[in-house]
């Protein structure tokens, strides 16, 4: 296996040596800190939370002075007081309302695993699936070589994430092993006061290894009241039940492995979501990605790429839609370190009413990545005259010999196509939706799993 793992900055000795003359530097921070770390593990993983733990009490969060959160203002998030996780007793419930995927489902609650809503079948031999407390022997000393060993796990929201660990959703796909199977990895946000759930996962595609994995976050509480009628009572009772999920997820691919990754967020109007993926690529590995939000109040997802190796494959596509006053965040980052790297990333959002969509994409090509062939894009469709957009996609190249192009526009729907399809019998709504669906569908056609293809044009077309 020639993944190449650098040892834990979040497990630095410097970062647990730190002076204590500094920990505290943000109260609400620290609050946050409290409630996730009230749980104690034991051995390893205690040492890499404690770690991590004390990192966050050196940090503060994030502001609109800091350059990779000009636009995203987490005010409304610091107005809520959340709760640690609270033992919530799953139901079916939780996961009526998602497409049928596959056979193979992990369910997580609060970032908890549910083994009654799980379900894992139908996986060749070499392929663990299950929660670290249920890992075979063996290989609870594996996930230690990469749990928090990815780029950035010093970023307070993955840092905080790290400090809170009570349980791992693990994917591992030993060398040369074929999954045709999709695997459904479930996170359920839940409880009856203002909730922060903290969903971890580690996914490892040794050498020759392909996987296909699917990642739904689902906020319960929004399903709760989405069918009633709600007076000032209610909206009372809904600002109690309002959670803030904080998501991370490891992925290293293997040299000439392939992970294809779906990733769809169903977070609503109410409640908070920020979300880490972290991708490790060796030589001659491939990795794809569908991103698809449908936000929350705010919603964030950090996508980084680092490349360890030549001539990998990286292919990005997003699509954001939100409406109201949701406010939905992308950024992306690329590190392609290595020759012969190819990455090609399309990111569209669909923004209504007074939304805000803000998408962030970096590619960086430094001197030793010739002959890169790195390709980004940002399509924006604003519906109404008050959304908004900010886009920045950036290349850093300091290489000499490569291919490499970058662009964003930002549109709303022509008059002249939507009188066009009325004068072929279409009335205006129905115009208008067909114009939305027919952007949106350049991303969900990518998405080789018909049922959820199919749930995410429901949802789109319902917008």
Not at 6 to 29: E, G, H
Not at 88 to 114: K, M, Q, T
Not at 388 to 414: F, M, W, Y
Request: glycine share 6%; aromatic share 6%; charged share 20%.
């Amino acid at each position: 296996m020639t993944i190449k793992v650098s040892p834990s900055p979040i497990a630095n000795s410097d970062v647990a040596s730190l002076s204590a003359a500094l920990v505290d530097r943000d109260v609400y921070l620290s609050g946050l800190l409290a409630r996730v770390t009230a749980t104690k593990t034991e051995g390893w993983l205690q040492e890499v939370k404690d770690a991590a733990a004390n990192w966050v009490r050196h940090s503060t969060l994030p502001t609109t002075r800091d350059e990779e959160w000009r636009f995203t203002d987490l005010s409304a998030l610091k107005q809520v007081e959340f709760n640690a996780q609270t033992q919530y007793i799953a139901s079916v419930d939780d996961i009526e309302s998602l497409p049928e995927v596959v056979n193979s489902r992990l369910v997580f609650v609060n970032g908890v695993y549910a083994p009654a809503l799980s379900s894992v079948t139908g996986l060749p031999d070499g392929v663990v699936v299950g929660n670290l407390a249920g890992l075979p022997p063996g290989y609870v000393e594996k996930v230690q070589q990469y749990l928090a060993r990815s780029e950035g796990a010093m970023e307070v929201f993955t840092a905080l994430n790290t400090a809170g660990i009570n349980d791992i959703a693990v994917v591992w796909v030993s060398k040369n092993v074929v999954v045709d199977t999709p695997i459904h990895l479930v996170f359920v946000a839940a409880g009856e006061e203002a909730t922060i759930s903290q969903p971890r996962c580690l996914v490892v595609g040794e050498t020759g290894s392909q996987v296909t994995l699917v990642q739904e976050y689902k906020n319960r509480t929004r399903h709760e009241v989405s069918s009633r009628r709600v007076d000032a009572k209610d909206a009372k009772e809904e600002e109690k039940r309002v959670c803030f999920t904080n998501a991370v997820t490891e992925i290293f691919v293997g040299e000439n492995a392939k992970v294809s990754h779906t990733r769809v967020e169903w977070d609503g109007g109410d409640g908070f979501h920020v979300g880490k993926t972290a991708v490790s690529q060796a030589r001659f590995s491939r990795y794809d990605c569908h991103a698809v939000t449908f936000g929350g109040k705010l919603s964030r997802h950090n996508l980084e790429i680092l490349q360890t190796g030549e001539q990998t494959e990286t292919t990005l596509n997003g699509l954001t839609m939100i409406t109201g006053k949701q406010i939905a965040d992308t950024h992306s980052a690329i590190a392609l370190n290595y020759p012969y790297g190819m990455s090609k990333q399309l990111h569209k959002c669909i923004v209504g009413d007074h939304a805000h969509g803000v998408f962030n994409g970096k590619v960086f090509v430094p001197k030793p990545a010739q002959l890169t062939d790195a390709s980004q894009l940002n399509r924006n469709l604003l519906l109404s005259s008050k959304a908004r957009v900010d886009t920045k996609p950036q290349l850093e190249i300091t290489a000499d010999n490569v291919k490499c192009a970058h662009g964003a526009t930002v549109s709303q729907l022509e008059d002249d196509e939507i009188f066009y399809l009325q004068s072929r019998g279409i009335n205006e709504d129905n115009a208008r939706n067909l114009l939305i669906h027919a952007f949106a569908a350049e991303i969900i056609n990518q998405i080789q799993l018909p049922s959820l293809r199919e749930k995410l044009i429901q949802t789109v077309n319902q917008f």
